[in-house]
């Protein structure tokens, strides 16, 4: 049974670093599968924040945060990790962790194509 836990979230100022983990447990390989970080802010949708795509080994990140966040894994723990940089308070929100062990067709930002979430860790970014 698959398993997705995201920990790391919590309050930090405007311009602050946070690093949220997500362990994700229960593939029985690690081929063909993306998985990524989402996040919805209070009064609006769910939006790709980076993933990374096991096909073609490449990782990807939404233009909002581009050059502030970094994604990266570590396979020997099935650990994801999103670094967070130089935050705004924009980029309050709740962030999600999900995994899929299907080949993707739409880019690994679409969220609609992932079948394994997490609960979600609340991200809060205020002076």
């Known amino acids: 049974q698959v398993h997705v836990a995201e920990s790391g979230g919590g309050l930090v100022q405007p311009g602050g670093s946070l690093t949220l983990s997500c362990a994700a447990s229960?593939?029985?390989?690690?081929?063909?599968?993306?998985i990524g970080w989402f996040r919805r802010a209070p009064g609006k949708e769910r939006e790709g924040v980076s993933c990374?795509?096991?096909?073609?080994?490449?990782?990807h990140y939404s233009d909002a945060v581009k050059g502030r966040f970094t994604i990266s894994r570590d396979s020997a723990k099935n650990t994801l990790y999103l670094q967070l940089n130089l935050l705004k308070p924009e980029d309050t929100a709740v962030y999600y962790c999900?995994?899929?062990?299907?080949?993707?067709?739409?880019?690994?930002?679409?969220?609609?194509?992932?079948?394994?979430w997490g609960q979600g860790t609340q991200v809060t970014v205020s002076s």
């Open positions: 999900a995994v899929t062990n299907r080949v993707i067709a739409f880019g690994c930002l679409f969220s609609g194509q992932y079948d394994y």
């Open positions: 229960g593939f029985a390989s690690e081929e063909d599968y993306a």
């Open positions: 990374f795509d096991s096909t073609d080994g490449t990782t």
